[in-house]
């Protein structure tokens, strides 16, 4: 399963990106502004901005979801740890399930 986007990816998604820009009518981008600026919690990106790389890509979809209770001081304390405190969990779990559970 792939989990981090690759130079190559980035690449493809700037030229995609740089393409529909250039498509785009001057009423089209007035338009999007318009929308965007009516909109506190999606405001435009000013060109030259960056946007932070995703940490999953976007057709991650995990393959089961369970709701586990988890005492609020062990959650606490992997959250301290680090902002991959979900995959460290389930690298736990993983390592600490049965052999014979995985079949």
Known sequence: MKTEATAEDWAH?????????????????AAITADALQDPDNPPIEDGDRLAPLKRPFDFVPEERA??????????????AGDDWEERINAILREAAPADAAE
Do not use: G, S, W
């Open 13 to 29: 998604v700037r030229e995609k990106t740089r393409r529909a820009r250039e498509a785009m009518t001057p009423d089209e981008d």
């Open 67 to 80: 709701i586990v209770r988890i005492d609020r001081d062990v959650i606490e304390r992997f959250r301290k």
